[in-house]
Structures are given as C-alpha cells and as structure tokens.
C-alpha cells in the first residue's frame, strides 16, 4: 500500500489544486453575475451597488456546487500534469507504487469533497439561494412570468376529497392567498361546488376563506363570511414546497417530498435533487478517474495538450449526460434514483476502464 507520508503529501496537493481552481472559478463568476444584476437593476430606484453586491454573495454557493464536478476535473489534470512534469509520479512508479495506488489520495479527497458540500455546503447554499429568490421576487418578478403575474395554483386531496385552488397573489409562501378560485369534488371525483373568495389563510388542517361565494350544480348560489375547506398539509411546510428543489437543503429534500405529495403537487423534483446530490460523490470520484486517463502521459512523449483537451472533452459530455438523465427523470420517463446514479456509475466505469486500459494493456 501506498506510504502514509506520499499519501498525506499527495492528498494536500490535490485538495490545494482542486480549491485554488474553485476560487479562479468562482471569482470570475461572482464578477460576471455582479455585472449582469447591476445591468438589469439599473433602471430601479434605490437600488445600490453594495446592495446588489450582496445579492450576488447569496447566489455565488449554489453556483459552487453547479460547478464542483469541473473543479474537481481541471484540479485534479492540473495536479497531476505537475506531478508529472516535475517528474515526481516518476520517482514514485519507480519506487514501486502503482497508478491503483497513488490514484488512492486524490479519490479520498474526491469523496471528502462530495460527502462535505452535500452535507454543508447544499444547506447554506440552498438557505442563500431562498434568500435570494425573495429578493429577486421583490425587483424582478418570478423568473419565467411576466411582470405582475403572481398566480398560484395548487391541487390537494383530503379527507373531505380533491381540491384545486387557485389565487391571483400569494403571500408568506403560500400561507396567504388573494382572489382565491377553489373547485372542491368528493373522493370519486365528481364536482361538488365552485368557491370564490377575496382571501384565503391556510390554518392547521384547514383552508379559511372570507367572504365566500358558493355555486353547487343545481342550486343557488350562496354567500358566506367564512368557508372551511380540509387542507392535508401544515402552515409550516406549505411554503417549502413551493420552492425549486435547488432551493431546499438536503436534509429536508425527504420530508418536502412528502409533504410535497401530500398536498397533491408532483415531487418528483425533490426526489431526484436528493438521489443526485446522494450520487455526487460517486460523480467526483468519475471526473478524478478520467482526469487519471487523460493526464497521465509522460511529457517526453509528447501530446500533453491533446491529452488536456480530451479529457475537458470527456469531463463536458459526462456532465452534459448528466443533464439530459435528470431531465428525462424530471420528465418521468426515468426513476430519480436511474436518472441521479446512471452518470456517475457510467463515467466511474468508463474512467476505471480507459485507465486500465491505458497503464495494463
């Protein structure tokens, strides 16, 4: 096995590599990012630089995590073309140590990497990222609705039957709705009245509308100062579910999901961000493995930057693969767990046999 000392000495290496990469990386991010918001704040009254300065720190971490794979990737190829040129890994296959054997460190600290920013970097990113949705909200609007389209719509099942409401404005996360429209069936789905509110509060097992008007098939309508209808989900969680799956850390993803489910919303975006970060350290440990594949050559030989470029090749089809997995898992045509685990288990194989093939024959 490979010595204690190589291995301490080569884990701080890659580790060193890998975050002076992120920083470069993130640094130009946050520039760009800082730019493109002063640009679209620019005709916004009150709005000053510092305060967009500070709203682009808030969107910086989740772009970390967006882009760990490529740090991982270009750090490790970085470190080990150093080795190489400094002819360090030379001296250590001389002394007897495998490619298996001095690949363990950089594989471990791959690991550490992934296990850390599931476990702490995603809650604070996704914590700044809910942060700065509000306040893109409050300037910009949703993103993807046009200005001043706040509509909501949401369905649940109870145990009064099946409900779809919707609401021109909400507020408090959904806790608060205005101009609320809500079409209630029984649990055979046949319809059972029309409701329309100026203003709905979800309590504790129950939707409070004010000022109701009712319409049931066959009858007059009807007006009433309150209307109770049976909700499935708390106060609390309602507004958790109503985020984008980046938006909520990864150890509520579980309980969102459910909750999510419960109150009769698709969440199947929540499930798959919670298999693909669990998958992330597996997909680190495949950029290390091809990173090992492409910068292994001696310079001697020559070839170095074609070398560099295929394996920047191979680490942009991994990710673009893992993008066009999740989207068909989004989609329902994949289970979350194939569509977060089959990039990572893929490119760990295909990185594991191109090294094998490579420095075995």
Not at 153 to 176: C, F, N, P
Request: net charge neutral; aromatic share 8%.
């Amino acid at each position: 096995m490979i010595g204690v000392t190589l291995a301490r000495y080569l884990s701080l290496r890659f580790f060193n590599t890998i975050m002076m990469v992120m920083v470069t990386i993130l640094g130009m991010v946050y520039v760009v990012d800082f730019v493109e918001m002063l640009r679209r704040a620019s005709n916004r009254p009150g709005i000053t630089p510092g305060f967009i300065a500070m709203l682009s720190f808030l969107r910086t971490p989740i772009v970390a995590e967006q882009i760990l794979p490529f740090c991982v990737l270009f750090g490790t190829m970085a470190a080990f073309i150093d080795l190489t040129r400094k002819l360090e890994l030379v001296v250590a296959r001389a002394a007897g140590v495998s490619v298996w054997q001095f690949l363990v460190p950089p594989i471990g600290i791959a690991l550490a990497i992934g296990v850390a920013s599931v476990g702490l970097l995603n809650p604070v990113s996704a914590k700044m990222k809910q942060q700065a949705d509000v306040i893109e909200t409050q300037l910009f609007g949703r993103p993807g609705q046009q200005e001043g389209d706040t509509g909501l719509w949401m369905r649940q099942t109870s145990i009064d039957g099946q409900a779809i409401l919707h609401a021109k404005e909400s507020m408090d996360g959904g806790v608060l709705l205005k101009g609320v429209t809500a079409y209630v069936y029984d649990h055979d789905g046949d319809f059972q009245a029309k409701v329309v509110a100026n203003d709905a509060k979800l309590l504790p097992g129950v939707w409070k509308l004010d000022n109701a008007l009712i319409s049931a098939p066959g009858e007059t309508a009807m007006r009433v100062k309150t209307y109770l209808l049976a909700a499935n989900i708390a106060p609390q969680y309602l507004a958790e579910t109503l985020l984008t799956p980046e938006s909520v850390p990864f150890w509520s993803l579980p309980r969102v999901s459910r909750e999510t489910a419960l109150a009769g919303l698709d969440p199947t975006n929540f499930s798959l961000q919670f298999q693909t970060l669990l998958a992330r350290p597996l997909l680190l440990v495949a950029m290390v493995l091809i990173a090992a594949a492409f910068s292994l050559r001696f310079f001697r030989f020559g070839g170095i930057g074609k070398m560099v470029g295929g394996g920047i090749g191979a680490g942009f089809v991994l990710y673009l693969l893992t993008k066009i997995v999740a989207d068909l898992g989004a989609s329902g045509l994949l289970s979350a767990s194939v569509a977060a685990w089959s990039p990572a288990v893929v490119g760990s194989m295909l990185g594991a046999l191109a090294l094998l093939h490579r420095e075995d024959g």
